[in-house]
């Protein structure tokens, strides 16, 4: 059997999950008594007040029938995407364990749905990997949810790479062999670091040159624990991002502290829950990135510059709003500018001697450095520091010595 193979009604997750549902011929699923999971979500009184007003038609044909979650969850994700701040309803809710594993997993998979009707395929893409790293969604029951999720809103790579590890760490016979299961295994994760490392921003030019610099770096800084900031944590789950989480596993890996600022509690909230799920005593701190810089008491030695956006003008509803909510405005090309300058210059007052400092979103046109190093660029650059590398669109730069 295969995870296409296996039902996939939203309606009979919660019995399907707890047990209480027998495989019938044609792959069909028995009716069963509601479980104790599905008793959970109408008994409980709802965190948020009034009636669930529908923010979408349900009957939308291409997010029917097997992709369409319960009543119950689909209340509760429509009134937190129509709530005045999504984030905190979302957040309140997750905090308040209400839910359990799997019907965590439904409603990050429901507000996946809605926010792919609402056409931001980021945010969508955010929730569905967010249901991903669910404890249920490492079982092959759940596997199936995920893959029709994923198709209905056409993310084509993620379906495929849910359905091929799914089949790949599958305990069930097949033609080929467990050691031959392995290699295939292999190589097709070795296609899938290949394929990320190309869409990776500039913390991965910051960790691939740690990698090859950090034992250099400790013998020339002595014996005082080497500290990362990071200025703007990740806010979205989606390939190619996620730096907060890359950072914080090479910093546990390597022992270096770690702090990661934001303006945005929300991305603060999500950092510490994750900082504590890999029981590391690293900081996530809601603050404007320069404000924090200005005012941090100590040196630092390394620092990833990566918050205020640039005005590319394909930015998603939800995230002007969390400008206009944190900052008083829309994203502002200007104020991007002005931004990271004064992020540059706390870096030239308070970076270690032999401190490197990555900005990302940023390149070279025609000559000149744009968007988020624009004027952060030149600053640096003019103030005794050397650019090391630049790919990825982002910039690598240290102080220059001799």
């Not at 070279?364 to 450095?369: E, I, P």
């Amino acid at each position: 059997m295969t995870p296409r193979d296996l039902p996939t009604l939203w309606s009979r997750l919660a019995r399907w999950f707890s047990g209480e549902t027998k495989a019938v011929p044609g792959n069909c699923v028995e009716n069963a008594p509601p479980s104790a999971s599905t008793a959970k979500i109408r008994d409980d009184v709802d965190p948020f007040s009034g009636s669930a007003t529908p923010v979408v038609s349900t009957d939308h044909s291409e997010h029917a029938d097997s992709t369409q979650a319960p009543e119950q969850i689909q209340g509760l994700a429509q009134r937190c995407f129509s709530a005045a701040d999504i984030h905190e309803a979302v957040d309140t809710l997750i905090s308040s364990a209400r839910l359990n594993d799997q019907e965590t997993l439904l409603f990050h998979l429901e507000m996946a749905t809605l926010f792919s009707i609402d056409s931001d395929r980021m945010t969508a893409l955010h929730f569905i990997r967010t249901a991903m790293e669910s404890p249920v969604a490492l079982t092959r029951r759940a596997s199936p949810l995920i893959v029709k999720k994923a198709l209905a809103l056409g993310h084509t790579d993620l379906a495929a790479e849910v359905f091929i590890r799914d089949l790949l760490e599958s305990s069930e016979e097949t033609y080929i062999s467990d050691k031959e299961k392995q290699i295939i295994k292999k190589s097709y994760n070795n296609m899938i670091l290949e394929k990320q490392k190309k869409i990776e921003h500039g913390h991965d030019l910051l960790l691939d040159y740690l990698k090859s610099h950090l034992a250099e770096y400790r013998d020339k800084s002595g014996t005082r624990k080497p500290l990362l900031i990071e200025i703007g944590t990740t806010r979205e789950n989606v390939p190619g991002q996620g730096s907060t989480r890359k950072i914080a596993e090479f910093c546990k890996n390597n022992q270096l502290d770690f702090i990661t600022v934001d303006m945005d509690p929300h991305n603060s909230h999500m950092a510490a829950a994750m900082f504590s799920t890999m029981q590391v005593p690293f900081q996530a701190i809601t603050a404007k990135g320069e404000d924090f810089l200005k005012d941090f008491p100590d040196q630092f030695d390394f620092i990833f510059l990566d918050a205020y956006d640039f005005d590319h003008g394909k930015h998603s509803a939800l995230r002007q709003s969390r400008y206009r909510k944190f900052l008083g405005e829309p994203i502002d090309e200007q104020a991007c500018h002005r931004m990271h300058q004064e992020c540059a210059e706390s870096v030239l007052e308070k970076l270690s001697e032999w401190g490197i400092v990555c900005i990302d979103d940023t390149w070279l046109d025609d000559g000149q450095w744009t968007a988020k190093g624009t004027l952060a660029m030149p600053y640096l650059l003019e103030h005794g520091f050397t650019l090391l590398e630049a790919r990825n669109r982002a910039a690598l730069l240290a102080r220059q010595h001799g």
